[in-house]
């Protein structure tokens, strides 16, 4: 809750605005490197020396990114601190988003989408009872979703993103939710691993986009109580999502919990669209053509 907004309020400061979509992006790489690679040498690390060593690796792993923080010599605009925090302070900030045509439909989207489309809950039902692949297919279920956020950010990263980035959005969100429509009766392996790729790349590309958007779009001395703001709903929608796809499973099935919440998505998509025509009409002259 402190760190991430004061992270990506920061990464404005570091980059030129032109290249900033890039270098989310980027960072959403070395996001999912470890999303992947990290249960395997985790393991490694346990079955060598036992779970007391993987809780130390982890801990001395936060010393790589202290070391990280000292190599900066970029200069950080300073805010006005501890004296800036008040009552008054957090209604500006609310109001800023709250009034902002772009920003707040697009927190609606992100909450929406990671709260109903989010089936990562449903993973064991899936592999034990639906898909019968076991622990090993229950793993690859798990690391689907961030190979494909990995390859989504390594291609914006690579070769940036588009310049109409409203319409962007809504077609990574729109590929997010049919591909969980569509791996929610599937009984193939093969293409439920790829469905849940592609729902990986498709949140990847939305909310690459959407982060550059809300920084871009918030004047400077707004970005951190925009991005604490922000982050209620990046944080919030995963959790609630999995609660409320295992309450809706225990109601209908796991199948249809996965096909309700894709559906939802897909709804919750189209009223955006229609009440905020601003969003998909969007264009950032910092984007690439």
């Known amino acids: ?44 690390v346990l079955a060598l020396w036992g779970p007391a060593a993987c809780y130390t690796v982890d801990a001395c792993s936060w010393l790589a990114m202290l070391a990280a923080l000292r190599l900066l010599r970029t200069k950080i605009p300073e805010g006005g601190g501890w004296k800036t925090i008040s009552v008054d302070s957090l209604r500006e900030g609310l109001q800023f988003v ?3 045509g772009v920003i707040f439909p697009l927190m609606i989207l992100d909450f929406s989408a990671t709260f109903f489309g989010n089936v990562r809950g449903l993973f064991p039902i899936y592999a034990r009872d639906i898909l019968f692949v076991g622990p090993k297919g229950l793993g690859l279920l798990y690391a689907s979703r961030a190979v494909g956020s990995l390859l989504a950010a390594g291609a914006m990263a690579l070769f940036g993103p588009a310049k109409h980035s409203g319409r ?35 949140d990847t590309i939305s909310s690459i986009l959407r982060s550059t958007i809300n920084q871009l779009s918030t004047p400077d001395e707004l970005r951190g109580r925009m991005s604490s703001i922000n982050s209620i709903f990046t944080s919030s929608g995963p959790q609630l999502g999995q609660f409320e796809s295992g309450v809706v499973a225990a109601w209908l099935g796991a199948q249809m919990s996965a096909l309700t919440g894709g559906l939802a998505t897909l709804l919750v998509l189209a009223v955006v669209a229609a009440t905020f025509p601003r969003v998909h009409r969007f264009k950032n002259p910092h984007f690439f053509s």
């Open 1 to 44: 809750s402190l760190e991430q907004p004061s992270r990506q309020s920061m990464i404005p400061s570091l980059v030129p605005r032109a290249q900033l979509a890039q270098a989310l992006a980027l960072q959403g790489t070395q996001r999912y490197v470890p999303i992947i690679a990290g249960p395997s040498l985790a393991g490694v």
């Open 98 to 100: 709250w009034s902002h």
């Open 168 to 202: 962007w959005i809504f077609l990574g969100i729109a590929i997010y939710g049919i591909a969980t429509v569509l791996f929610a009766h599937s009984q193939i392996f093969w293409f439920s691993v790829l469905m849940l790729a592609l729902t990986g790349a498709g």
